[in-house]
């Protein structure tokens, strides 16, 4: 039986590293085959799920970091509230993210074993 993880994501994409620490233990674990994963964006995290972000060669790319979590069968949920408030609801997400709620988040929240917040 695979273990269920949600990870709870709140630092914007490049203001610090913790997104980017997140992600790459997201990655490390979906890619093992022995974890569900939930990942919910909160707050300046909203902006990890917004396509179309350019960094220069050799440097970390959040963006790619989420769709491979969702194409590694990862379920990535990014707060509405938090979209709205800054700004991006009209904005569509990278592929495999989909616009969520706190409803979602309590049920992600009950069905995790383990909840890892950054």
């Not at 990870?7 to 980017?20: A, G, H, M």
């Not at 992600?23 to 902006?47: C, E, M, P, V, Y």
Request: proline share 3%; aromatic share 10%.
């Amino acid at each position: 039986m695979n273990q269920k993880l949600l990870f709870i994501l709140n630092d914007p994409p490049y203001d610090t590293e913790r997104s980017y620490n997140a992600l790459r233990l997201a990655r490390t674990t979906i890619k093992t085959g022995q974890a569900d994963l939930k990942i919910f964006l909160f707050g300046g995290a909203s902006g990890c799920a917004i396509p179309g972000q350019q960094t220069p060669d050799g440097y970390y790319n959040i963006e790619r970091m989420v769709r491979d979590v969702a194409r590694r069968g990862g379920d990535v949920g990014v707060c509405g509230a938090c979209l709205d408030a800054r700004g991006f609801a009209e904005l569509a997400l990278v592929e495999g993210a989909h616009r969520s709620s706190m409803d979602e988040l309590g049920e992600w929240t009950l069905w995790a074993d383990k909840a890892i917040v950054f």
